[in-house]
């Protein structure tokens, strides 16, 4: 079953709006959740690294101002897009690691389809 | 410079028939981590398989492998009696230090899988 868990599935909603994407470890504690973004037929590109109890740390080009990560527990991330418009437009997921060695797989959510009109 | 290359976008096989798709990565760090991800239509990505670079043995699980040259820094991914079901977006990724241990991905292969 599931591991990593990631709320809402889908959204549309209006420009302007802000959405926020919920990703929680199901079974086990994760210290270190990460939030990537995927373009139609591209590869996943990491975001930003969510650090629990600490600021996330972004990738270069990515804007914290408008993608608030905050990982309040050891069990929950979420990644607020502030101010929608619509080349936000994109799919979303969220993993999360059991701890940091090395041959731990990161497991994922099943990812948020966000449509900005 | 690519750390993972992908270097087949689109794969066919006939059901049934054995598949491999290739990843070749760039590391200057002895000790890393290899993963093969499944990403369906549907969206969800799904661990397939892992090979540490220490590890002697090719990783096996179930009808995957991954076929692992040291030398030649590939780690391709062998499909064996391809189902319809395995249609769907490959990707290869590396853990290392260089990279703070985040996972790296290639840009992917989509296998599809003809009855």
């Known amino acids: 079953g599931a591991v990593v868990s990631q709320h809402p599935s889908r959204v549309i909603c209006k420009s302007g709006t802000s959405v926020k994407i919920e990703c929680r470890s199901l079974d086990f504690q994760a210290t270190t959740m990460f939030w990537y973004r995927q373009f139609p037929k591209q590869s996943l590109m990491l975001m930003a690294t969510?650090?629990?109890?600490?600021?996330?740390?972004?990738e270069q080009g990515v804007e914290k101002d408008k993608f608030l990560i905050n990982h309040a527990s050891l069990t929950l991330s979420t990644l607020t897009v502030t101010s929608a418009h619509p080349e936000d437009s994109s799919f979303y997921i969220c993993?999360?690691?059991?701890?940091?060695?090395?041959?731990?797989?990161?497991?994922f959510g099943d990812g948020t389809r966000l449509s900005i009109l | 410079a690519q750390k993972i290359t992908q270097t087949q976008p689109g794969m066919f096989v006939q059901e049934k028939e054995a598949v491999t798709l290739d990843c070749t990565y760039d590391?200057?760090?002895?000790?890393?981590?290899l993963f093969w991800y499944k990403q369906p239509s549907s969206g969800e990505m799904i661990f397939l398989i892992y090979q540490g670079s220490y590890d002697e043995q090719n990783a096996t699980e179930g009808r995957y492998s991954l076929n692992f040259q040291k030398a030649r820094k590939s780690a391709n991914l062998v499909i064996s009696a391809s189902q319809l079901g395995d249609s769907a977006m490959y990707f290869c990724?590396?853990?290392?230090?260089?990279?703070?241990?985040?996972?790296?991905f290639g840009k992917g292969t989509l296998l599809t899988v003809n009855p």
């Open positions: 590391t200057s760090d002895q000790s890393y981590g």
């Open positions: 969510s650090n629990e109890g600490s600021k996330a740390t972004y």
């Open positions: 993993s999360a690691r059991r701890d940091a060695n090395s041959n731990q797989p990161q497991h």
């Open positions: 990724a590396m853990r290392d230090r260089g990279s703070n241990y985040k996972l790296t």
